[in-house]
Each structure stands twice: as C-alpha cells, then as structure tokens.
C-alpha cells in the first residue's frame, strides 16, 4: 500500500486539499453545491499545519499497527488487511473519541454535530485522490512503498 | 463444528482482549488450531457500550465489537457458554465446568474483571445490577420502563456514565461517591469540579463523602438510607464502584498473582506457555515503569494482540500501555492518560503545567519529570489532536522548550522544533524541493 506524503518546501499552505478533500467527501461532490446547499456542510479530513512561513499537510498514515483500531471500543475502525486502509465505519462508531486520545498524528477529526469522527479513507470508491491531485503546486504526493 | 480435543492456541475469555489475540496471531499464524472458551451465551461483544445501549443510542446489533462470522473467518472454535475451571500446566490441559477436557500448545487468560460489590446487606435483591455484562444489561433494561428513581454507587467512570445513561431515559438519578470529589483516582480536581458543574445543569443529583447506610425493601430495594441519614427512593440500584481482576483460574498453580496475573513485556505469565492480558493481568505501565493492574479497553485489546504475535513465535512488546481514557459527561469531553495528579507540585521531581480558560470551558494540564518528560496530562472541552501529547510520552520528548505551545488549542506538529518535528514525520513527509 502507499501512502500520501507531504513536500513542506513546496506547501503554498492555500488549504485547497482541505477544501476538495470536504468536496470528495460530500455527497454531490461538486464544489459549489456541497458548500452551499447541502445539509451536512462537508469536512476536511486532513489538516495543514500552519506555522508561517512553515506549511503542509498531513492525513491518516494509515500505519501499519494503527493505534486507533486498538483503542476503538465499537469495532467501528479496522485495518484491512488486502487494501492497507484503516478504515472507519460510522454507522458503528459511537463518538467516543478513544481514537482522538491515541492517533499519534493527530489525524482523526471530530465531526462535532453528529458526534462522530471522520478521517482519511485515500478516497475510496473515487478515481483519484482529491488532496493530492487538486494540489496546484504537486506539494502532496502519493507514493508507493 | 468444534469437538473438544487438542489446540495450538487455547483462549479463556471472550472479549477485547481475545480479539487481540486472535487478530495479532492469525495474522503470522494462518494454519495453527484456536479454540476459545466463553462463559457468557453470545457473540463477543463490548462491554464499553453498555451505556451507549441503555442511554438509547445504538441498537443491540450495534454492540457486537466484531462481525457475526469472525470467529468463523477466523477459523476459530467457541465453546460458549462454558466456564474454564482449571488450567494443569504440567499437561498443557485446561477442564471446563462440564468435566470435559481441551489441550493447549498456547494458553491466554484473558477472564477479565469482575463487579466490586461493597459489603452493605441486601445488594443482592433483584433491582440491583452492576453494569459490565450482558445480564446487566438485560436486567437494567427490564426495570428501565417501570423505574422512576435510580441510585448508582460509584462516582467513577463507570458510575457517571452509568448515571447518564439513566437520566437520558428520563429516570432522576442519585450518585453517590465516598469520596469528596467524582472521578478521584482518575482525574485532578479541577477536572472532577468541571464533572461536577456538568451533572449538576443536567439535573443529576450527587452525594459526596457519601455511601448506602441501609438498603430497605424485601425482594427488591424500595429506598436506601445513606450514611448522613438522608433517604432515597430507589427502583433501580447501579453498582459502580470497581472492577477486580478475574484471577481464581491462577490461583493453586504456579502462575503468579500480584493483584492481578503478572506478565512480562511479551505477556507470558511466570509459567512458560500461558500468557495473560487485560483486566485480570498486571501488566507494564510505560510511564511509571512497574506492573500494575490496567483496566482499559485499548491496554486489553493490546495486550492481547501483543500475546497473540508472542504465542505464534513472533516476538513482540507491549510497551504502550499506559492509564488513559477518552470520556465524556453530558457533553463535556475528557481525556487523560498516565499520571493523574492533583495540586501544583507533586514529590518525585515531577513539574505540574495548567491552564483553566473559564471562558471557553477548556483546560489543560501537563506533569511533566525533570528532564521534560510529560508524564501525564489531562484536556478538558478541547481535545482535538490529543493523542499527538500520547505520542510525545510514549518517545519521551523533552517538551521544555517547547512547553507554552502545549496549551494552544489547535497544537500540532508545526509547533515543533524544527529538528524534532523532521524527525517524528520523517516517514511522512519529503523533504528538499525535489
């Protein structure tokens, strides 16, 4: 499996990953109709660490031995095992927030509204990775390792 | 289906900890015989959803912790509904309750904890319930429709979610705490006052330095008397106050017992062949550098896992376990991990860091050793990222330099020193404009 890896150097830190991240994971996809007229206002699951002029972006790692898989008191996030991907289930999660306390990256996100988290899925179900092929200065790439 | 027999691999237990285990050794071992047996009648399920179940927030199928057919993809036998009896480690056989008999190459003893009941006469008539097991749940649910006013004992974590979960049915509810504050041996005070304040505007009614006196009723408690004479009617009595290691199958053999089960690093108990985990083990705390009794869901699923490579032939550490928990009281988010201390200065060269902003509901609090370890830490209404303090106190990072950062809300990784930040991340990012 690979991974998403970030070139601060390069990080214009225009939050764009963030923003077509929330877009991949709405319902309509679209830019304009995900933010302005659906129910659930869509949300990054990734961050850029900002500290100017140092800026990147960072999303699950989806590590090998994934601290949150084992913290997780509902069975809603697991590893699998052909694709790599951690991934998380809402419909079994809980909102307990025993992944926040453990992702040493601190890439789980919590969706308040609906007492959920929300994190990195590397776009399943999609044709391309949202963050990495909207960036416009290729500061996010994906490599396989 | 599953005949009594020999076994590669023989789990005694039936929740996170088993899990781990069978996850952790079928992913090196593929072919080997596992075979576990279950006391309780049902699929594995967490324990850790009680509340979520009885405050009316998920439905039963939802409290299943793996899919139906896991212990079939598996390739695991279950014999449930047993209860192991005896373990004769110098046969490698285990007897179950009905006399029958299972060998094992490799044994985890993974029973779990049992429901402290304090010793106050009538804790034993039928409106009375811990809250950890299936049959708790099912007799909690029973009396839920019926029950007007409920009594929990133990203002701890179990007891405080216990307490909401019954006022979010719509039940008024009593606490009671012996100590002065909730949550004592979790959390500082100011962190249980914050609990406090929070119960209090939901309409939970608390006692502290209280406990029963008298239970009153003749099959079922109609009211308790507590120990500063007030009285309060009571149809549902919650059992809150603790969780005591399940060590009675250790106990008559050589495996040692302190608390509960000692285990190395790679889990083996003191008998070579049978490992431990969870909450009947005593197992290595990273911060405090002792063994000791670590009731929590993440150490136990671990703690398994961790057994599970050992017992295949991979050798492997556990050496993340630490106190830590992720909480919540009406809406009011916690969580902690190692350390707990409360006051400004604590013997043992330990440094306390805190921030309390009244305004925003947030706090923050940092121990840290002399050399700038954080040792433990608490965050209060503002927990995002929280787990990236775990990762600095599991690689013991010297923080004091940057110590002030802690406390911002949005702390990540760019608040780093440059060097230190480069080094956590360096699998992650791409350094040098290429």
Redesign the interface.
Known sequence: MG?I??????CMGCHLCEVWCAVAHSKSKHIIKAFLYEEDKPLPRL?V???LP???A?QC?HCAEP?CV??C???ALWKD?ESGRVIHDP??C?????????????N???NHRKREIIKCDLCAGLDTLYCVSHCPNEAL?YEDC | MCNMGDFDYLIIGNSAGTVGCIEGLRSVDKNGTVALVAEEDCHVYSRALIPYYLGGQITRDKMYYRPLDFYDRARVCVFQGHQAVKIDSAVRVVELDNGSRLGYGMLLIATGGKPVFPPIPGLDKQNVFSFHSMPDLLGIEKELAGARSAVVLGGGVIGLMAAEALHKRGIKVHVLELAERLLAPVVDATTSHLVEDALQKAGVAMYLNNTIDQVHGTERVESVTLKNGQNIPCDLLIVGVGVAPRVELAEGTSIEVNRGIVVDKRMQTSVSGIFACGDCASTYNFVTGTEQNLPLWPNAYLGGRIAGFNMAGMERSFIQGTTMNAMHFFDVNIVNAGVNVTGANQGDGLEVKQNYDSDGQTYRKFVLSENGHIKGFILVGQIARAGIFLNLMRRKIDVRAFQQELFKNDFGYADLPEILRWKLLQDDVILGVV
């Open positions: 991974r890896k970030a070139k601060p150097e390069v961050l660490e900002e500290k140092l800026t990147f960072l790692r601290d084992t913290a008191i509902s069975g095992p419909n079994q809980v909102g307990c927030y025993s992944c926040v306390l453990t992702c040493p990256y601190g789980i996100f919590i790439v």
